[in-house]
């Protein structure tokens, strides 16, 4: 079957953030975060022929750092990616900071810049922290500029980086959320949840206006999934 357009609409990600799997990966990371100290996450794919949803393995990380388009469990899903027949539509992975908000490192930003090779793929990137009672919220950031347009908007980059000097200083996670996106270039929402006992769904409480982070655009097998 040939895939012309991926397509990533608001009910989607809707779907995504309610399901069982994701709430449940949602609580597994948060715990081994604030248990450990180090950073957990998991990524989402989703099947380009029928819409399937996949869910990664939870991963864990270091202090300061996660590898999670790079862990050894995940060599299945980037071939499929390579191979045009999945694409990545989000990851996600935890902060061990107990205080402020959850603000992308330069080093997500890296990630976030280098994963779009062509005209198809826009993953969010999702952050998240959680406090010792168990609350917790997530800033996800997603790049509309595509691999094609990006040399035409280098500066927005750049900009986006000295952004996160503003978000430092923010009140509330809406200040982050202002201090971060960039219309046009950078998609920017938040939401929040809370934590439940271990092998259980997390609460959701806010969730993100979901229809900036929906789009449509033409297929690129050879940089589906934006692997090297």
Not at 214 to 228: F, K, N, Q, T, V
């Amino acid at each position: 079957m040939s895939i012309d357009y991926v397509t990533v609409k608001q009910e989607d990600l809707t779907q995504m953030l309610h399901s069982e799997s994701f709430r449940k990966r949602l609580n597994t990371v948060a715990l081994g975060t604030v248990r450990t100290g180090l950073e957990y996450g998991f990524g989402v794919y989703r099947d380009l022929e029928d819409g399937t949803i996949n869910y990664t393995k939870v991963i864990r990380g270091k202090t300061d750092q996660i590898n999670l388009r790079g862990a050894p469990e995940l060599a299945r899903l980037r071939n499929a990616c390579d191979n045009g027949r999945m694409h990545l539509l989000l990851d996600l992975h935890f902060h061990p900071d107990e205080y402020g908000f959850p603000i992308p490192s330069d080093e997500d930003l890296e990630e976030l810049e280098e994963s779009i090779y062509g005209l198809n793929d826009r993953p969010i990137l999702t952050v998240g922290q959680v406090d010792r009672r168990g609350r917790g919220q997530l800033l996800h950031l997603q790049r509309r500029i595509t691999g094609d347009q990006l040399g035409l908007n280098a500066p927005l980059m750049i900009d986006l980086y000295d952004r996160l000097c503003e978000a430092d200083s923010a009140l509330t996670m809406m200040d982050v959320v202002n201090a971060i996106e960039i219309p046009g270039f950078a998609a920017c929402d938040y939401s929040t949840f809370e934590m439940t006992r271990a092998k259980s769904p997390c609460m959701l409480d806010r969730v993100p206006d979901w229809e900036k982070f929906a789009y449509e655009a033409r297929a690129d097998r050879h940089r589906l999934g934006g692997y090297p």
